[in-house]
């Protein structure tokens, strides 16, 4: 084998002659065979470090790309996670926003109540227990730890905004429930609530309506309302104008004989026996726009109060205000007589509402049960 290679060899590479010119003369030179084999093997040599460094950076180039297409889809994996929580942050921040602009109506709600409606009547609510079962964060890898928290932060504001909803439902149920009492109380007596906004001010402070449902709304509207209604009861002529023992009821409101020609007549009012000079108070606060003599009603008193509400007082001794002097509940604003149209002493005793007539004792009984 080695002599057939041997004489291959030999046979490729025999001594060669190179011919050289060179300013006229002609010079030979041999080129042994060790000299060709020598400038072949250079040449392979040259060939194959070629080939193998061009392989080596293809290669190398082909796994930097590979490495940089997985750094891109780790980064694109990144930037969407990233996005993901921060989307889940900026819902969580807008979830505990909302909890916290209910918490603040629902605190508001309880510090504006009135004194009819008490925290007694508030039932504490025990059906929102915590039971999010514990969990060793060692036992959990990361995205497991993650949902954990995840789903604890939602249970629990999913248990706090039931409790808030509970709070919530019943003080509307309560605020509802009293303002029906009390319109239906003022329909039973004639009246009808104005509640205007007169002597208010004070810097505007907006309430956050964005982040509250309309139930929060709602009762929000309600509890204005009530304020306003308990507001105005208590600015109304609750009690009767002379004391319970001080007098009784002579000639009640309505239909009834003319006491002086007998006929048939409509009172307007309501009249109050008692001893001559038996003290008249006022009912409730307002002005004294009359007082002095008025006809039929001899010495007369009349007191303008809130919601349109006028008391008049007749057949008086003597009278103790004067008009434009603002009167308060139980000043003593005259004495009882007999002047003018009058068959003995007594008070008559009129409440009107924009120039209506309502019954006075009626009117009595119902603002004190609802008082």
Known sequence: MLSVIKSLVLKLFQPKQVMLRQNGEVILLTVPAWVQIACVLCLMTTFAW???TT????SQKTHLIEISKEVSNKEAEFLSKQAALEAQLAQQRTRIAQ?????AVLNELMASLPNTITEGDIKDDDSTSSDIPEHKEGQLDEAD???VHTDSFHHHATELNDAQSSLLMQLHHLIAKRNGVLLASMQEAGIEANTTNKAQGGPYHQVQSDNLPKAYLNAIDSSVQLNQLES?????PASM???EDKYYISSAFGYRKDPINGRRAYHKGVDLAGWHKTEIIAPADGTVVRAGKY?????FVE???ANGITTRYGHLHTIKVKKGQQVKQSDVIALMGSTGRSTSTHLHYEVLQDKKHINPVKLARVLERVQ
Do not use: M, N, T, W
């Open 50 to 52: 070629l080939s193998y």
């Open 55 to 58: 392989s080596q950076y293809f």
């Open 99 to 103: 909890l916290d602009a209910q918490h």
């Open 145 to 147: 730890l993650h949902e």
């Open 232 to 236: 105005l009861v208590q600015k109304l």
């Open 241 to 243: 104008p002379v004391r």
């Open 295 to 299: 006809g039929g009603y001899g010495k």
């Open 303 to 305: 007191i303008q109060h």
